[in-house]
């Protein structure tokens, strides 16, 4: 036979040959074995894939092979080989797990991106802000609806109580003023000049509350 190709550990190929009974070329890919098998033997591109093939086919070339270095290089010669392919494999094999950790990762970040594009792009009612297309938006809407209605209460409440003609007139126009200062709204301002006028006794029959708007 002269020479055949052998797989290794490492997913890489050999080259043995049978006259020097040792390795001549390591560490090839599977497009190395064809262009040598092609560039040195003359080859054609189906016989030179067909002896990638049946290295692949014959994984137990591989012992056989270190059992003829042993024989006749001695036990040392074919443990040197052996170590070195496997310390490779070994580093191939770690070099794989990191990509795969890596590639898992990716692929969890781009599943997360996704959800939050597709969260991004829900339909939010402009009021409770939860997803229209839910089931449950009814009810969150619901328990906003009261949240809202509870807070509006509570402050009618301490409006109620801060204009009472029991607190002071003082506390009382500066309350007004506060509402008035905190809104843009010329309506607010016009209902803060009556509510004063109104306070401090003084004739307002010019200003029309009706055109005022209490914030």
């Given amino acids: 036979m002269g020479w055949r190709i052998i797989k290794q550990p490492n997913d890489l190929f050999a080259r043995f040959s049978e006259i ?9 890919t599977a497009q190395d074995v064809i262009e040598l098998c092609k560039a040195e ?23 056989e092979a270190l059992e003829i270095i042993k024989d006749v ?8 080989r052996k170590q070195g392919i496997i310390s490779e494999a070994s580093k191939n094999n770690e070099n794989k797990a990191i990509s795969m950790v890596k590639d898992a990762f990716a692929s969890m970040n781009n599943r997360k991106d996704t959800a939050m594009s597709n969260r991004s792009n829900e339909a939010q009612c402009p009021q409770c802000g939860s997803n229209l297309n ?3 938006h009814d009810s969150v809407h619901e328990m906003w609806e009261v949240s809202q209605q509870n807070a509006w ?14 607190n002071s007139k003082d506390n009382r126009i500066q309350y007004i003023l506060k509402l ?26 010019d200003v029309d509350a009706d055109s005022g708007r209490e914030p």
């Fill in 20 to 28: 020097v009974d040792d390795f001549t070329d390591l560490d090839m």
């Fill in 180 to 205: 008035c200062l905190e809104s843009g709204d010329i309506r607010h301002k016009q209902w803060g000049l009556w509510k004063i006028g109104e306070i401090l006794d003084i004739d307002t029959s």
């Fill in 73 to 80: 290089h001695g036990e040392d010669k074919a443990n040197e």
């Fill in 153 to 166: 209460e509570y402050e009618r409440e301490q409006r109620k109580r801060a204009l009472s003609p029991s």
């Fill in 41 to 63: 033997y003359g080859l054609s591109s189906d016989a030179s894939q067909g002896k990638l093939q049946r290295a692949i086919d014959n994984p137990q070339r591989w012992f």
């Fill in 134 to 136: 839910n089931s449950w």
